[in-house]
Structure formats: C-alpha cells, structure tokens
C-alpha cells in the first residue's frame, strides 16, 4: 500500500472508492448509504450505454458539484478521453483529487467553482453533463439547470431529491385568466447546516416536483426529456420516486 492509499484508508468517505490494491475505503455509518451511490451508477452506466455504446475514447464529460468525485472517477475508468468535476468547497475538491491521485486517474481534472459562476466559455462545452445531488440543495435550481444546458452539446443527466407535484388551474390575475400549473417546488430549510459537506451552500433549497424538474428542462433547451428506469433492487428513494434521475438530449 502506498502513501496515497494510505490516506484515503485513514479517513472517512461519502463514497466508498476501491483503490488499486483492491481496498475499499470506508464510509459513513459503516456503508448503509452505499446504495444509492451504486444504484446511481447502475443507472448512470445503462444511459451511457444506450447514448454512447459503450465508447467514450473520444468523448468529454463534466460533473458539476462532483463532492468527492465519486462519478467524475467512475467515467474515468470507463474510458471518457477527459473527465472534470467541478465543485465548490474546498474539502470536496482536496478530498476529489486525493481520490484521484490515489487511483492514478491521469485523464480526470479538477476545478473549483460555485455551479452559478460557470460558463461554456470557461469550462467547455461536453458530450456528458451530470448534475448529481445538486439542484435540491439550491436557492435557484432552475439557473444551474441553465448552467448545465449551456455546458451540454449531447446528453445531460439530472439526479435529484424531488417532492410531491400539485395539479390543477389557478386565478392568473382574475377568474378569467386561468392558468395550468406546471409542476411545483418545495421549500427546505438547510440554514442551520451550511457547514456540513452534504447540504446547501446557502440555506434555503428549492426542491422540485418531477413534473416541474421536466418541464422547465424541457423549456430550458433539452430536445428531448425523459424520466430514467430504476432497478427493481435499487435504492429504495430512487425506487419510490422520492429521488429521480432525468436525462436530457440536446
């Protein structure tokens, strides 16, 4: 075991990442939270299969807010020419490119930027856009959702919390004009929480329905919209829809 092994054994993860001596590296509450990182990359994996066919040697990935770079790594090791996360606090870019380093992930590169400030002008346009655990930690989720259409030139993947939808018509104005409701946010209270590594940056979170996730990427630029299969075994939020991923093609 080398050194870099070494400190990611003698620390904690969100992630439990395999190294190359074939040690797994710890994770919280002793791994009852490494289902839903596999199921998402069960899932993330079958829509880069049907998109791309299983060849990525020419292709450019992005993974904004990447935390420990759990997804940025896995896209490296299938093959993707280049792979960059993106996050923006300082432990989730120091622990990503310990991952990295200790992986030996030559083709993964790490940048630091708050999701808002991106742009296609500085960070590149990519075949892959993923958006994991990000847009139901947001003041502004609709914005990011602009931030990851404008960094997309073919497919962008959407993973998020989501709540329930309301239906039905409302008084625009006067009982004349009336109009469909969309879909719906949820409000979530996260300002007693902005110092831990899972939660917003801000405090005050926006979360979606599946319906309102749908249509505004619908109405942001995506050609095509679709809500993704979840494995029967999966993580049982992703199979409830409580959590949902949505893929969108440009």
Request: with cysteine; charged share 20%; glycine share 10%.
């Amino acid at each position: 075991m080398n050194d870099l092994e070494a400190r990611v054994l003698g620390k904690t993860w969100f992630y439990p990442f395999r190294l190359p001596s074939g040690a797994t590296a710890p994770t919280y509450d002793g791994g009852k939270l490494d289902l839903i990182h596999h199921t998402r990359t069960q899932m993330l994996d079958a829509a880069l299969d049907r998109e791309f066919g299983g060849r990525f040697e020419q292709l450019s990935a992005i993974d904004i807010a990447c935390h420990q770079g759990w997804f940025s790594a896995h896209l490296a090791q299938r093959g993707f020419a280049s792979v960059l996360g993106v996050d923006t606090r300082d432990e989730h870019v120091a622990d990503a490119t310990l991952a990295r380093d200790a992986m030996g992930l030559n083709n993964w590169q790490i940048g630091q930027s708050d999701v808002h400030a991106m742009s296609a002008e500085q960070f590149g346009l990519h075949d892959l856009v993923l958006c994991f655990g990000l847009i139901y930690h947001l003041e502004n989720p609709v914005g990011a959702l602009r931030v990851a259409r404008a960094l997309c030139k073919r497919l962008c993947l959407v993973e998020t919390q989501v709540v329930p939808g309301l239906t039905g018509w409302v008084d625009y104005g006067s009982y004349r004009f009336v109009r469909p409701l969309k879909g719906s946010f949820g409000i979530i209270d996260e300002t007693e929480e902005t110092h831990g590594p899972e939660a917003s940056t801000t405090g005050i979170c926006l979360v979606p329905s599946v319906e309102a996730l749908v249509w505004i990427m619908q109405r942001i630029g995506f050609a095509r919209v679709e809500v993704l299969p979840v494995p029967d075994d999966g993580y049982e939020q992703l199979v409830h829809r409580k959590r949902v991923m949505v893929a969108g093609w440009v």
